[in-house]
């Protein structure tokens, strides 16, 4: 009897090179040179960043600090260097590329074309200690919006709460019936809460999918914040019923018209750098996308029979249960076969935006803990090279700004050591300045460039003019924001060492609202003293570097009053009636915005 001899490793190459990703989207060949052409990408672009600071450092020859500042930017760089080439990349794609979309989401297609739905969707809304007079009103929007498409017998509707304030959790025990009576159909709203709420949300989403998941094929998770749009909802479902292994479709969010001056102008700039930067990141990264937990689709089987997440090893803080579960839950969808997409376009897909600085704070340093955690999960059997490199980054992002706090504080060391080198290269160093600045900035400027070049896109913010003088009010506040946000981080990252840093689930305040100066100072005012060190010692020491540093050392002098202006009631109102730093809900709202926006009213 013949046997076939085995594959040779060149035949085994050439057959790995025609092969599809699980859902038959793209080649994997094709996925796996564009990874290998970013990796060089960034690779060459950090070693040539890295040689022209070691020539600047290495003026005068190289002294501890010298050691220390090469070391901080060798960790610090690396996420700047990557979102540059996204954005390039991402920009390309948009306006240089004729099929970018298609080269990014071939799965988009299925999106609009009007297949009839055979599959049915669970819409859950997690909830935990939140107004809930206004999740139930989002909720209710996005059932109206869902209804109008004519497909909307094929959602059913879940409230899963983890509230343990008995005032809310009886408010949001009457909502949820007065909903269901307005429904008039039996079982199509269920709210459940739980006494127990281990593992918080992903705990919730968990005992969802074992207790009811057998009667969905899909479910949509919706913060308490989140709405989406019934034909953005739809589209999303037609795709994932079009490819069976699509695991988990995540929609690009973006932020709704607020009445906060802080989250208008967050918002904003997001809004118009998020679209080249995830267009160039879902370019490479392809099947093995991001997951951010709400405002995707999920298919419930593989979800709960894959994704179960692993405890953390270990005491608090770092130990216990996953704090940023999502991204583990995307990993694992990915292990077990399925594809994780972004869709990265705007289609109807909303969350609201903290309201102030310390607002954003207490997020980002849920995040920040969230993200650390993964350092200790890194050796889960059997993940993707690429998954693996998402948890990676993801720990990076965070690790890397305490070391940009470090390089700042050894500033004026650092000029205190190099007053004496006659031959200081001063002309170098101003240039690597300057183009290091331009690459963390380039994010922000592509998406200027996509609006600008885009026909008409502008006019949906408020005109060129009003567009302009937008970015502008937004680069000053990322510069001021970026440096509360790093050196706040960097004091968490402290605290955890020592385990001091505590952080828990719980309701947030999502209205504008004023910051007085006593509260503004009791959070900030270790940014004041750090602000006071550097100004105090670069103004005795060197004036002009004092100067050229303002960049990245203002927002600590400026923290307090930053915090308050930003929250300022008059100065939101301001924006408000200027259309400044307005989105394109601001000046063409959408029926779901509408709606919220007269809920509010009322």
Not at 288 to 306: L, S
Not at 404 to 409: G, P
Not at 580 to 597: K, N, Y
Request: charged share 15%; net charge neutral.
């Amino acid at each position: 009897m013949n046997q076939r001899p085995a594959p040779t490793t060149f035949q085994a190459a050439a057959q790995e090179d025609l092969r599809l990703t699980p859902a038959g989207l793209q080649s994997v060949s094709t996925l796996r040179a564009r990874r290998w052409l970013v990796a060089a990408l960034n690779l060459v672009t950090l070693a040539a960043l890295l040689w022209g600071l070691a020539h600047v450092l290495s003026a005068g020859g190289w002294s501890l600090a010298d050691s220390a500042i090469f070391i901080a930017f060798l960790f610090g760089a690396p996420w700047t260097v990557l979102g540059f080439w996204n954005a390039a990349i991402g920009l390309w794609l948009l306006h240089g590329a004729k099929d970018g979309i298609d080269q990014v989401a071939p799965f988009a297609a299925a999106g609009e074309a009007d297949t009839p739905l055979a599959i049915r969707t669970a819409v859950l809304m997690t909830l935990r200690n939140e107004d809930p007079a206004r999740a139930f009103r989002r909720l209710e929007i996005v059932k109206q919006s869902l209804d109008a498409t004519g497909q909307g017998a094929w959602f059913d509707y879940f409230v899963l709460s983890d509230t343990n304030d008995p005032g809310v959790a009886a408010a949001e025990a009457e909502l949820a019936a007065a909903f269901a009576v307005r429904i008039g159909e039996q079982g199509r709203l269920t709210y459940r809460r739980r006494s127990d709420n281990a593992g918080y949300k992903a705990g919730n989403v968990r005992d969802f999918c074992e207790r009811w998941g057998d009667r969905y094929e899909l479910m949509l998770p919706l913060d308490a914040d989140s709405v989406m749009s019934g034909q953005a909802i739809l589209a999303l479902a037609r795709m994932m019923q079009a490819y069976p292994r699509l695991g988990i479709l995540q929609s690009l969010v973006v932020g709704m018209p607020s009445k906060s001056a802080f989250a208008r102008i967050f918002q904003f700039g997001m809004r118009h750098g998020m679209r080249p930067y995830t267009m160039g990141s879902a370019w490479w990264i392809g099947d093995c996308g991001p997951f951010w937990g709400h405002n995707a689709m999920v298919r419930i089987a593989p979800f709960r029979d894959h994704c179960h997440l692993p405890t953390v090893p270990g005491g608090p803080p770092l130990g216990g249960p996953i704090m940023s579960h999502d991204q583990v839950e995307a990993t694992l969808m990915r292990r077990a076969g399925y594809e994780v997409r972004v869709l990265p376009v705007e289609a109807g897909s909303w969350e609201e935006n903290p309201p102030t600085m310390l607002e954003f704070a207490r997020r980002d340093l849920r995040w920040c803990l969230g993200n650390l955690q993964y350092l200790k999960i890194m050796d889960i059997a059997g993940l993707k090279a690429m998954s693996r490199f998402q948890l990676a980054w993801a720990i990076l992002m965070f690790i890397g700004l305490p070391a940009w706090t470090l390089m700042i504080a050894l500033l004026p060391l650092k000029v205190l050591e190099d007053r004496g080198i006659a031959d200081y290269p001063a002309g170098s160093a101003a240039f690597l300045y300057v183009l290091f600045f331009a690459m963390y900035l380039s994010p922000k400027l592509a998406g200027f460039a996509d609006i600008l070049l885009t026909r008409g896109g502008t006019q949906r913010y408020g005109g060129t003019a009003r567009f302009i003088a937008s970015s502008l009010i937004e680069i000053v506040f990322a510069f001021l924001q970026g440096a509360v946000s790093t050196f706040r981080t960097t004091l968490f990252m402290i605290g955890l060492t020592f385990g001091k840093a505590k952080i828990g689930w719980n309701g947030q305040a999502r209205d504008a609202h004023a910051l007085s100066f006593a509260t503004a100072f009791a959070g900030l005012w270790p940014h004041l003293l750090f602000g006071l060190y550097i100004f105090g010692t670069l103004a005795v020491l060197s004036p002009t570097v004092l100067i050229w540093s303002l960049p990245l050392t203002a927002g600590y002098i400026l923290a307090i009053p930053f915090a308050m202006l930003t929250a300022a009631p008059t100065l939101g109102a301001f924006f408000v009636r200027t259309g400044l730093c307005g989105i394109p809900e601001d000046f063409d709202p959408p029926a779901e915005i509408v709606a919220i926006q007269g809920g509010a009213a009322r």
